[in-house]
């Protein structure tokens, strides 16, 4: 055993110390190479330390899982112009996580078709892809309370807007 072995041996209360001592002085003589107990302090200068990065990734996935009592609803679609009625709206597929049975996402083209209506100035229909994000929401009124759901609808126009998240 040699004297660093044996020192640190004899000090083993003190790893923490050690080990940022050691890197401390390795990044002294070696500022892109030093080892900061794991990655290369070049990587941590760059991207921020471990538990930096940690927080940055959990910020990232946490937008991607669903917050209690928040559903999601992917959907298509169609707005179109029927001559007689006017404006109007056809789901074509609604594939959501409502499994309340509590029928979150019937009246949703209500509010989706308006967002759509700016298409058919020029054409008499517009195929669309939204994500429907919905949550509980309730109000007093002077029937007393009344429930119902807030929506967040965002268009898909790429891959990526699938989980771009809720606003609420």
Known sequence: MDSVQKFISENSHQFGYIMQEASRQWAAKNP?????VGPCKSFVDHYGDYHTILDKLQAIEEAKVPKKDVYKAV?????????????????????????????????VDLEILPLFEHHLVDKDHHFFTVVVYAKPTSWQSQ??????????????????????GAEF
């Open 143 to 164: 029937e007393g309370t009344e429930y119902g759901f807030d929506y967040d609808i965002q268009e898909v126009t790429k891959l990526e807007d699938l989980d771009k």
């Open 75 to 107: 959907m298509s679609g169609h707005v179109f112009v029927e001559p007689e009625m006017g404006n109007n709206i056809e789901i074509l597929t609604n594939v959501n996580n409502d499994d309340t049975e509590a029928e979150i996402f019937n009246f």
């Open 32 to 36: 892109g190479g030093a080892l900061t």
